[in-house]
């Protein structure tokens, strides 16, 4: 998840490649800098799943949330929206509906990151996937940056035996999805995905099972 000033399981290699663990997950608190290696749980795997449409940011519209969040922040009186609670949200009936979904989304994903983390230290990876649903389903909801095509494959995964949850990965507006499926499902699951996204779509995916190791350094 990728967040307002925090970070969980993120995209910043640097990162990843300096403190990835094997058989554990990176948090990073982008404001701080602290970063916590949070075991992963051992009968669990994830799946990429690329959607087949390239990411449209050039389009504007990654600009476009980057500016309405900012502006979210302006409306609540904060520098950024992590300083900001769903309680908070709850409480301000004056924001434009636009805003407050932008505000949602991003409050809503911080949030789940400091949840995510205590689940995954309780090994609870069924809390973990229903997490990765409700982000997934947030992205759709309130930020806008998902696809008909991401949200197939998230549909597509969810009927799959041993899954636990499914969500976009990285900025969204096309690329991929990640799913969390018990880890003696995942490459059968990966080929299943496959046939079914190509025969609704005629888009090719090759879906790949990850494996949690060790950082490049």
Known sequence: ??????????????????????????????????????????????IVAESGKE???TSGEYNLRREETHAAAR?????????VTSADLERRSDLPDLIRRRAAHVVG??????????????????????????????????FDNSTPELDLLVSSAAKLPGVLGARLTGAGFGGAIVVLCERSE???????????????????????????ADGAV
Not at 186 to 208: C, D, G, H, I, K
């Open 1 to 46: 998840m990728t967040v307002s000033n925090v970070t969980f399981l993120i995209d910043s290699h640097q990162v990843i490649a300096l403190f990835g663990q094997a058989n554990h997950a990176v948090f990073f608190d982008c404001r701080s800098e602290d970063i916590l290696r949070v075991p992963f749980p051992l009968g669990l795997a994830l």
């Open 55 to 57: 990411r449209a940011l």
């Open 75 to 83: 409306a609540l009186g904060v520098p950024a929206l992590r300083d």
């Open 109 to 142: 994903e911080n949030e789940r990151v400091w949840r995510a983390v205590k689940l995954l230290e309780a090994g609870d990876g069924i809390g973990f996937g229903r997490l990765m649903n409700e982000s997934h389903e947030s992205s759709r909801q309130n």
């Open 186 to 212: 995942a490459q059968s699951n990966a080929t299943e995905l496959s046939q079914r996204y190509f025969a609704a779509t005629r888009l090719p995916t090759l879906p790949f099972v990850c494996r949690v």
